[in-house]
């Protein structure tokens, strides 16, 4: 079993930043690759980042590219998410997921319970 914990959601104005922080336990963290996703009111659930195993992999939603940062601290298991320049549209609930493999494009088989991000214009 895998259990992942989120932080750092909060209010912001739009143009600031937000650091999201998610730990996990229960399963060997560096061996998954870890992604978060978000979900707004009435939308359904989008891919926003996803890192590999060893960091060396990142892929983005092409709305958040260039303003995201996703990477990970093995040592901690621990996986962030930097988000800059955010707009009231990334406003969402914000989940942190493992992985089935060390590698992106999988399956994400853990979830999160979220953590709330609101962007004021």
């Known amino acids: 079993q895998v259990q992942l914990v989120e932080s750092g959601g909060g209010l912001v104005q739009a143009g600031g930043s937000l650091r999201l922080s998610c730990v996990s336990s229960g399963r060997t963290f560096s061996s998954s690759a870890m992604g978060w996703f978000r979900q707004a009111p009435g939308k359904e659930r989008e891919f926003v980042a996803e890192i590999n195993w060893t960091g060396g992999v990142r892929n983005y939603a092409a709305s958040v590219k260039g303003r995201f940062t996703i990477s990970r601290d093995n040592a901690k298991n621990t996986v962030y998410l930097q988000m800059n320049d955010l707009k009231p549209e990334d406003g969402a609930v914000y989940y942190c997921?493992?992985?089935?493999?060390?590698?992106?494009?999988?399956?994400?088989?853990?979830w999160g319970q979220g953590t709330q991000v609101t962007v004021s214009s």
């Open positions: 997921a493992a992985g089935s493999s060390r590698f992106t494009g999988g399956k994400y088989d853990y």
